[in-house]
DNA sequence: CTAGTACCTGGAGTGAACTCCAAGTCAAGC
DNA sequence: GCTTGACTTGGAGTTCACTCCAGGTACTAG
């Protein structure tokens, strides 16, 4: 498979397909004779995993690191369990932080759509609703502040 | 309150709260006479919705032009309505992808914990077990291709 | 009044993750 | 063999979100 045909496959560019070969976050693709890039199955495979774990937001840093311990062998399987646990860590965690930015959004939204419904602000909330912050829990301001 | 003392609250740099004000990501904050900040109440509301839409992920972007329009007053809400939806959207699609992301994670790292546990590699499936991606499903290798 | 510390501004610098470019190589059609 | 278009590399440029810095101002203790 040309290069070409896999940025067209997982809608992404050449360029970022060859960098993430460059900085070793996918072990060096299978080439023709000729030095052209020829993606085996083993090859997509790594793309995808890239791809996966980029677009979740994980660093690039922590897909190098396992790539270059995957590529020492057997022996640093243990050091890969660890790397794995560490950024699914990382991802329950950023995971909890939206799920309490859409709680607030949520919120917020309701109180615009009545807002846009009755062409009338109603509220009197000052903008904090708690936010994951240790701090969240703060009292309610004294006037009809109307900002959300 | 101080910058120092809201940089505290918040464990965020003196320098990020002066650059979120700068760029207009928050409004502009209460001064003394002298010209120091002196964050009042709705002041750190801004600061902590600031705060939440950020570690989220949203783009400083699209947080500056609520601020924008929040100024412009009241005949701004429905726009208010439909920015605060599409960032809803966006958290909710990034939300997908990373539970996509940790449910492959935590199908490596169960395979991972067995091969630690008995000292062998048992698998033999190719890097991919779907992620998100149009292509997932695809055929296993013919081989005892080891990575994951 | 002075020393010292906290704060101010505008602007430059940084790191992450691409993205673009120039100059050259490879391969398919005529 | 020659043209045309896709591919190659190394390196420079871009964007985002800070982060740092220099030179100056404001409050606080002695």
Redesign the interface.
Known sequence: MTIKEVSE??DISQDTLRYYERVGMIPPVTRTAGGIRDYQ??D???V??A???R????AVESMIEYVRL?QEG?ST??A??QL??E??RI??E??A??????E???Y??SR??I??ETGK?TWDE???EA???T?AK?QR?DAG?K?L
Chains 1, 2 share one sequence.
């Open positions: 496959k997982y199955e083993a997509l495979g790594w995808e995993l791809i996966c774990m677009s979740a937001g994980l995957y057997d399987i243990p890969r369990l794995l646990e950024q699914r991802l329950k950023q995971k932080q939206i799920e309490t930015t859409i607030r959004l949520d917020k939204i615009y759509a807002a846009v602000l000052a903008a904090a936010c994951g912050n701090d703060r301001t502040d900002k």
